[in-house]
């Protein structure tokens, strides 16, 4: 076969439920993902992250980041706006991964120029298949900015 090996990306968790993070980490396994995935718990340690700030300082810049709305410190629709607003971090596609189905939710992750909105499937194999469709979406098919 001809072409380019896909190469392993870097995604940032936003997620404050220990079972949700669980089940990502189990999802990236079982999909056998090689991609690294760091998690941080709330929306201020979020923005930490990508502003390589505190305990952050060293982070490496994600290719993609998974983003729950409902957090707590700060929360998930003022992080968006933040990264959407960040000439630097404004080319980060963020998909919004949470348990909402609001429709005003999703009016509004759109309108802060979220990239995809997916509500969290409860059952475990629905989940799995959604990190999944995320993961070979984002890898094998969308081009990603070059890393900074």
Excluded: W
Aim: proline content about 6%.
């Amino acid at each position: 076969m001809t072409g380019t090996a896909i190469q392993p990306i870097t995604v940032l968790l936003v997620e404050d439920d220990p079972g949700d993070e669980l089940m990502t980490r189990e999802a990236f396994e079982h999909n056998k993902v090689r991609n690294t995935l760091h998690v941080v718990r709330d929306g201020a340690e979020a923005l930490d992250f990508l502003y390589r700030r505190a305990e952050h300082a060293e982070a490496p810049r994600p290719d993609l980041i998974l983003l729950d709305l409902n957090l707590p410190k700060r929360d998930g629709r003022e992080v968006l706006q933040e990264i959407k607003s960040e000439p630097d971090l404004a080319a980060i596609p963020v998909v919004v991964l949470t348990t909402s189905s609001a429709e005003e939710d999703i009016l509004r992750s759109y309108s802060l120029h979220a990239n995809a909105y997916v509500t969290k499937p409860v059952d475990f194999d629905q989940f799995i298949n959604a990190i999944r469709q995320i993961d070979d979406f984002f890898v094998t098919v969308v081009r990603l900015p070059t890393r900074r």
